[in-house]
């Protein structure tokens, strides 16, 4: 099955940093979304993008459909303890209906004390 | 309490057995999903559902079944566990499709080792 490509795959930062990852795909996406996902835990929404060229924040969290339809981002500012975890991209590809969504390989986001 | 659960959250099992992994949820959603997560290889889909009478595979459904015994149960059966099969699985929900709107909520998972 298709993948994609999530990068950086970890992250050490110090609290305080902002921080940039990442997917990129060779097939176009209808939807990228980005989740969180704490040890023990499943994953948790954070932004959900529909639209190519969309810029979507939520609190200090933003991130954006790329143009291409291929590549999305997400960017965390004035990063906290608490974003300590992976972090998923995923897309429903067009041909693929509503339904079936590709996911990421994760960024482990660290924070250094 | 939890919105979505899964039972068991750990189990360990031999080659060949049966097993099932139970997701239940009070959300009130009609569409349910299962998947695995394995290290460095992000989630899959294996099944979902969107009623009682209404089951789809998703990306890897070989070696798997499931039933929607009601509309806030979905199981997952492994027929004949194999050690391939050991990962992490999640279950989820939504009230809409993905492409549309929806969030899914997903349970805490079941981590299944097959020896």
């Known amino acids: 099955g298709q993948q994609l490509n999530q990068s950086p795959q970890s992250m050490f930062i110090q609290e305080g940093e902002d921080v940039s990852m990442n997917c990129t795909s060779s097939s176009i996406f209808n939807t990228w979304l980005w989740y969180k996902q704490d040890p023990g835990e499943g994953p948790v929404l954070l932004i959900a993008?529909?639209?190519?060229?969309e810029l979507t924040s939520n609190g200090r969290l933003t991130a954006q459909f790329g143009i291409t339809r291929k590549d999305s981002f997400l960017n965390i500012s004035a990063s906290i303890p608490s974003d300590v975890g992976i972090y998923f991209c995923?897309?429903?590809?067009?041909?693929?209906?509503?339904?079936?969504?590709?996911f990421g390989t994760g960024t482990r986001l660290t924070i250094i004390p | 309490d939890a919105d979505v659960t899964q039972t068991p959250r750990n189990r360990i099992t031999k080659t060949g057995k049966r097993i099932m992994l139970e997701c239940s949820q009070t959300?009130?959603?009609?569409?349910m999903y299962w998947y695995r997560q394995d290290p460095g290889l992000g989630l899959r889909l294996i099944y979902y559902s969107f009623d009682v009478k209404d089951i789809n595979k998703g990306e890897i459904s070989d070696g798997y079944s499931v039933s929607r015994q009601a509309q806030a149960k979905f199981s997952l059966s492994l027929e004949s566990a194999i050690p391939n099969q050991t990962a992490l699985y999640f279950c989820?929900?939504?009230?809409?499709?993905?492409?549309?709107?929806?969030?899914?909520?997903f349970g805490p998972g079941t981590r299944l080792t097959v020896l």
């Open positions: 995923a897309g429903l590809p067009p041909n693929f209906g509503n339904e079936k969504l590709t």
């Open positions: 959300k009130g959603h009609d569409r």
């Open positions: 989820a929900t939504s009230d809409q499709p993905i492409g549309q709107g929806a969030t899914q909520y």
């Open positions: 993008l529909y639209k190519a060229g």
